[in-house]
Structures are given as structure tokens and as C-alpha cells.
């Protein structure tokens, strides 16, 4: 599989990357996706074992990463899914597309709205992964907390205007979100002049 | 510290973290 010029521009047309760096990122994808299958297309063994150092092992938010990567649902992620995902974590992409790929990494159960359970899902698998304890008083007034200030309607879960109005206020919720490495991508990957196809 | 879920959630979840893509180049 190689990326032809057509290709690369059209890239950068659909994402916040120049043409030179979609070709930076292809020398990281084309790393990650031959780390395990060589077969030029990330699995997800692929991307944990980048994330983690670990190929094997469950990991929730992995996997809703891993499925909104893969947009086209076939269990790969594709040289274009990439860039497409990883555009929206450039310092430059808008608020607006952070705080909705936010919204689909939380509404785990894909309903259109982060339910009560699907957050304390997520907090619980937390406390798992870092061996926190916490009791089941606590956790739930810390959900209480959370909905008493984020689900304005008190319909028990959240909707998508209301989790603008919340990111809104809470902005560091975001943090995660943008990626500075992603503004210095072909410093990064020099190696892409070799194969570089354009001159930006 | 976290009396916010989404603040817990988005500070301790490694898997939500991609810069590690990046730091194993």
C-alpha cells in the first residue's frame, strides 16, 4: 500500500494537516501498522501495544478510541482514518469538533446521550486500572455531583447541547483533546523528505 | 481532589492519552 500524491492532497484538504505533513504521518502510521500484522493498517493489538507497551489486556477507553478511529467499522484503522482522527486533536482544530469527539468517546453505549451508568462505567474501570479505591458512597456523590451541574434538564442523562454548555464551563475537560506534538509533526518524522512527494 | 467525573476521567485515563503515540517514535 503506498499513499499516492492525489491522495495526500486530498488529506490535507479534509484535515488541519499541510500536504508534507500527512506524509510526516504516514512514516508513524506506516510504524504502528506493521508492529504486529504487516499488512499496512492498524489493528488494535497495533494500537495498544503503541499506547501501552502491552499488545494484550482490556481497556475500555481503548477500545472507544480505537472505534472512533475506525470510522468505516471494519476493525482497522485505515491510513486516512488516521489523519481524519488525528485532526481533531491539532492545537488548531475548533472547540466545537474536540468537544463532540469528546462526546462520542463518552456515550459509550452510542445513544446519542452519556448516560448515569456509562459514567459510572467509566469511573469504575478507572479505579481498576490504577488500583484506586473508592467507596460506593462516594463514587455516587461524585456522579450526583456531576449531573446535578452538567444534566440541566435532570432527565438522568446528558444531552448533546447540554454537554456544550458544560465543556463550555469546564474547558479542561478538553485537555486531552489537543495534541502540541501534531503542530511539529514533520520535525517529528524527518524521515518522510525521503519519500516526500511535494515540496509545501 | 475529583469532585468532578469527567475531570477524574479525562486526568487518569492513560487510554484516552495518545500522546504516547508520538513519545515512542
Redesign the interface.
Known sequence: RTCQHADLERLARESQFSVNEVEALYELFKKLSCSIIDDGLIHKEELRLALFQAPYGENLFLDRVFDLFDEKKNGVIEFEEFIHALSVFHPYASIQEKTDFAFRLYDLRQTGFIEREEVQQMVSAILLESDMMLSDELLTMIIDKTFADADSDKDGKISKDEWNVYVHKHPSLLKNMTLPYLKDVTTAFPSFIFNTEVED | K?????????????????????E??
Open positions: 475529583f469532585f468532578n467525573a469527567f475531570e477524574f476521567i479525562s486526568s487518569m485515563s492513560s487510554g484516552f492519552d495518545l500522546s504516547s503515540l508520538f515512542s517514535k
